[in-house]
């Protein structure tokens, strides 16, 4: 198999599970709300739950915002850190950015979603080793994966790491407003990838660039996130447990 089609296999692996955690997200927050509603039967309740558990990931979410938009050299405005409901939908904090074109909006829009993913690999693979719970479940053995899983949480401060890992990666997925600037970045790449096939430029580079780069951090990334989907199976299950209980 060439580096190039396992760089291929890396990124399939990589985009499905980000979308398995984009999924889970929704579920765990929606089935947080309820358990706080069930509980205290508060309509205030759910909104101010759902905050305080997914704390730590919020003020992650918006300094990554803030923290891009001055590197760009953007003016930023008002930080919120707190919750709000709009309509249908909790927002969990904001920041008010200033508007310079679709590719720096594109880039404050995405980084909570690239600093989330960094901080989410660095915590799964150097606290939790995560690369051994991804390998069991790559290789379909369940029982395996799921004490390794398991002995990981057991480790010296297992607990807090593991609420840190859950806040943050349920916290880092951009919102709508966030994504609404990157369709246009993401064609516009996609287009010039093309063209630059198309038209024969050299792909050494890229694929020195994918040995070296790209397909360490696809390995990292789908490990961490793995078992951050097995974290959020299980927290899903306990929460589903007590709304059956609750009722």
């Known amino acids: ?14 985009v499905l599970s980000l979308l398995g955690l984009a999924w889970l997200s929704r579920q765990i927050s929606q089935s947080i709300q309820l358990a706080a509603y069930l509980l205290t ?48 939908h909790i927002g969990l904090g904001s920041i008010s950015v200033e508007s310079r074109g679709a590719l720096p909006d594109s880039l404050v829009g995405l980084a909570p979603l690239v600093v989330g993913s960094a901080l989410v690999a660095l915590i799964g693979n150097h606290i939790f080793s995560a690369y051994a719970v991804a390998g069991t479940l790559a290789q379909g053995r369940l029982v395996e994966s799921f004490q390794a899983f398991w002995r990981a949480l057991g480790k010296p401060d297992g607990a807090l790491w593991a609420y840190l890992l859950f806040a943050i990666a349920n916290a880092m997925m951009p919102s709508a407003s966030d994504r609404e ?66 009722r």
């Open 181 to 246: 600037p990157v369709g246009p970045v993401l064609l516009y790449a996609g287009v010039a990838a093309v063209l630059y096939i198309l038209l024969g430029m050299p792909l050494n580079p890229l694929t020195a660039l994918m040995q070296w780069v790209v397909t360490p951090a696809l390995q990292n990334l789908s490990s961490a996130f793995l078992f951050t989907i097995v974290l959020d199976v299980a927290a899903l299950a306990v929460l589903s447990l007590f709304r059956l209980i609750a």
């Open 1 to 14: 198999m060439t580096e190039l089609s396992v760089t291929v296999w890396l990124l399939m692996g990589f």
């Open 41 to 88: 039967r508060s309509k205030d309740a759910p909104t101010l739950a759902i905050f305080l558990i997914f704390l730590p990931g919020v003020i992650v979410h918006e300094a990554a915002h803030w923290g891009m938009a001055r590197l760009l050299g953007l003016r930023t405005g008002k930080f919120r850190v707190w919750p709000k409901r709009q309509g249908r």
